[in-house]
């Protein structure tokens, strides 16, 4: 998809999700035509003329200005993870440096996450999990049996995601607008690209869930997994950027003292210490694979 579709395809989403009266128009009944608001009325909410707005909606938005962006986002009711994503398709695309071959984390990141207490993975925009302490391979074990571990690629086309991911629907809905999230970050990203059109060609649920047009940003959050060794665990998950590593975050997941999922974690951590398998995703951090003086 252009950049000027996926700007028409999400407006025209956002629109569909506003009715009249949740925008503090008249409703002077008749049948709509459309879903949610027209654009007219969106128009008249930001302030703009509809022939300006729909030049917009058609994907003609680079050189809008943030005043106008602003206006649109307040007339869509977009929340900041939207308006953000609305401002991402605004810009024109930066180029970025020359991707790694393998991604990889410092060695000091490593030991970090080895020290952690709790289940660790460390991701980028693509969801590949790029290294993990002990415990947290041990909580993704089935996402780590690939050689190349990717919690999209897991949750929309390996059959056992289904069970592992108890609320699967919302895994895959989440899953799907955080991809579409960083696409508009960055539209440079081939890995990322070539992903998106992976899961599209072979995914029936990926093409459903990324037509909603949806964004979001994981930052925390409960969720709960069906281990297939130690059952059901309800987690609360934390995402931290790893300073001067563009792109990287560290994921944490804890349970609540004395709880039952705290048990579980005590079990986890017996059957990951019984576990072969190196920490470090394929043996390479980044230190092993910069020059040595």
Not at 35 to 48: I, K, S
Not at 71 to 100: C, K, M, S, W, Y
Not at 151 to 160: Q, T, V
Not at 224 to 252: K, M, Q
Request: aromatic content about 8%.
């Amino acid at each position: 998809m252009s950049r000027k579709d996926e700007v028409r395809e999400f407006l025209i989403s956002r629109r569909a999700h506003v009715t009249p009266e949740q925008a503090g128009l008249p409703d002077f009944g008749g049948e709509r035509r459309v879903p949610g608001l027209r654009r007219e009325e969106v128009a008249t909410l930001a302030g703009l003329s509809i022939d300006y707005y729909t030049q917009l909606e058609r994907g003609k938005i680079r050189g809008a200005s943030d005043s106008v962006l602003n206006a649109i986002a307040r007339a869509l009711q977009l929340n900041d993870v939207e308006r953000a994503h609305l401002f991402d398709l605004a810009r024109t695309p930066i180029a970025r440096g020359r991707r790694q071959a393998r991604p990889a984390v410092r060695s000091s990141v490593q030991r970090v996450l080895d020290n952690l207490a709790v289940p660790a993975v460390v991701f980028n925009p693509q969801q590949d999990l790029i290294a993990a302490n002990l415990m947290g391979r041990a909580l993704f074990a089935p996402h780590f049996e690939a050689e190349r571990p990717n919690l999209a690629r897991f949750i929309f086309l390996d059959p056992r995601a289904r069970n592992y991911y108890v609320n699967w629907l919302l895994a895959r809905g989440m899953t799907a607008a955080m991809l579409r999230l960083e696409s508009g970050r960055n539209p440079l990203n081939n890995d990322l690209t070539a992903l998106i059109g992976e899961l599209s060609t072979l995914s029936p649920q990926f093409r459903t869930d990324w037509a909603e047009q949806d964004v979001h940003e994981h930052r925390t959050g409960q969720k709960v997994y069906r281990h297939p060794e130690v059952g059901e665990l309800e987690v609360t998950f934390d995402v931290f950027e790893l300073p001067g590593e563009p792109g990287l975050s560290i994921c944490t997941y804890s349970v609540e003292e004395g709880s039952p999922s705290a048990d579980k974690f005590a079990l986890l951590a017996s059957w990951a210490a019984t576990q072969p398998g190196p920490r470090v995703l394929r043996g390479a951090t980044k230190a092993d694979q910069e020059p040595r003086a």
